[in-house]
């Protein structure tokens, strides 16, 4: 969801870096061939994403969802040399599409895909990650949590994606939507940890960032 005017939402947009043109034709054919393709990062929000990975220049990235592999490149364009995004991914039915895109960014070789549940994968990785890019399904957001911040480094980024869910954050909770409580959760839990210095953004649908203190 946007939530600025469509007029403003577009001056923004014309006066940021253009979307390079691998991304442009990855958006359209996510639109074109994948359910759901709003979860994609698109133009603002991932030039933002490559904005933070290339004021860091980190050597390593992690990314909880994958999708079509969007966030991953933008990600990359700003990694130290030798550095990688670690993925995970779910759905290894997008791993054609992921390929694809990445050999044409000139990024496969920077990424490294893990396909699987996250809370498997994640209490088996490493700890040191300078940026850790949280887009997973949100109802598993909480149980990430704590695995994420084990997982970054002291000066590390943390950005949770969708923390405003379409605007729901702020409206009366349906005692069914357990999608919205997690995240309004999630969203709390941030604010009041004494681990990390926040900013919730209103980015597109909302990037909560948190520097680990």
């Given at each position: ?42 133009h603002l929000q991932g ?136 995240i309004k959760e999630l ?27």
């Amino acid at each position: 969801m946007e939530f600025l005017p469509e007029e403003i939402a577009q001056y923004a947009a014309s006066h940021s870096e253009a979307e390079p043109h691998v991304l442009q034709m990855l958006s359209r054919e996510t639109y074109q061939r994948v359910l759901m393709p709003r979860m994609l990062s698109g133009h603002l929000q991932g030039r933002t994403l490559s904005l933070f990975s290339r004021m860091m220049q980190p050597n390593r990235i992690l990314e909880v969802g994958a999708y079509t592999g969007y966030s991953a490149i933008c990600f990359a364009e700003g990694l130290a040399l030798g550095g990688v995004v670690d993925t995970l991914e779910v759905n290894d039915e997008l791993n054609s599409i992921q390929d694809k895109y990445w050999e044409l960014a000139g990024v496969r070789e920077k990424i490294n895909r893990m396909n699987g549940s996250a809370l498997d994968i994640l209490p088996t990785l490493t700890p040191g990650y300078d940026i850790i890019f949280l887009d997973a399904d949100k109802r598993n957001y909480i149980n990430y949590y704590e695995d994420c911040v084990r997982l970054l480094r002291q000066g590390g980024m943390l950005m949770v994606d969708n923390v405003l869910w379409s605007g729901k954050v702020v409206e009366d909770l349906r005692p069914n939507d357990v999608d919205t409580k997690v995240i309004k959760e999630l969203n709390a839990k941030m604010q009041s940890d004494p681990r990390f210095f926040n900013v919730l953004l209103p980015i597109r649908d909302g990037i909560h960032i948190g520097m680990k203190l």
